[in-house]
Every structure is written in structure tokens, then in C-alpha cells.
């Protein structure tokens, strides 16, 4: 089964079915949902005073993925050189990462890189 984000609609339909009583599982089978999905969904986004309102929920739940959305690297052009270069040579991804995290990085800010992200970037085509 492939995994999607809860929609507006579908957290109004949360929010009237909890408001009338319903239960967690009665919610998750009115929308072909997990329970815990329900659950995971009302703990996030409930309101102090223990309401939940669907338009928040949906605005706060797009800002958690807007800020948690990894960031390229391939627009810092200066730090895809440097990968460039280090593969040239034969460095392993480890290699790369390691030396920019503890001797490039703490004198630039951001100019860093994962061994998985050198590896993806290696197998990406260029271009």
C-alpha cells in the first residue's frame, strides 16, 4: 500500500466524526485509514484545549513538510565542485563527507554532504 498525506477533506471529516463521539477506528474505517494514522493525526494537531481544527492541522502539518523537506545540494555549485573533484581522484563517499564535515564545514557554513548523497549524486545522471 502506498503511503499519502491526509487531506483537507479528510481531516473535516476527523474533526466532525470526533466532535460527534465517534471513535478512532470508527474515523480510520470511514476513510480507509489506519487508526493510528487517526490517532498520529489528533496528537499532532490538537489545539491546546484539547479541539482539533482541520484547517490548522492542514496548514501545520504543510509547514512540518515544507521545513523537513531535504534540501538539494546541487545549487551550491561550489560544494558539487568539490564532490566532482574528490570523485575524480577515487574518494569514496565516506571520504568526501567526512573530510567536509570536520575541515571544510566548520569554517563555511553549510558546505557539507551525506556519503548517501555523494553516492546518489555519483549514480545521478549529469546534466
Do not use: C
Amino acid at each position: 500500500m502506498t503511503y499519502t498525506h491526509l487531506s483537507r477533506s479528510e481531516r473535516v471529516v476527523i474533526a466532525n466524526m470526533s466532535e460527534r463521539g465517534r471513535s478512532r477506528r470508527e474515523v480510520a474505517r470511514a476513510l480507509g485509514r489506519s487508526a493510528a494514522t487517526i490517532s498520529r493525526e489528533l496528537r499532532r494537531n490538537r489545539k491546546p484545549k484539547d479541539s482539533y481544527d482541520p484547517f490548522l492541522a492542514n496548514w501545520q502539518a504543510t509547514e512540518r513538510r515544507r521545513w523537513s523537506r531535504p534540501k538539494s545540494k546541487r545549487g551550491n555549485a561550489p560544494l558539487m565542485r568539490y564532490v566532482e573533484e574528490r570523485l575524480h581522484d577515487r574518494w569514496s563517499p565516506e571520504q568526501i563527507a567526512g573530510r567536509l564535515r570536520h575541515h571544510v564545514a566548520p569554517r563555511t557554513a553549510r558546505r557539507w554532504i551525506s556519503h548517501e548523497a555523494v553516492k546518489r549524486y555519483r549514480v545521478a545522471p549529469q546534466g
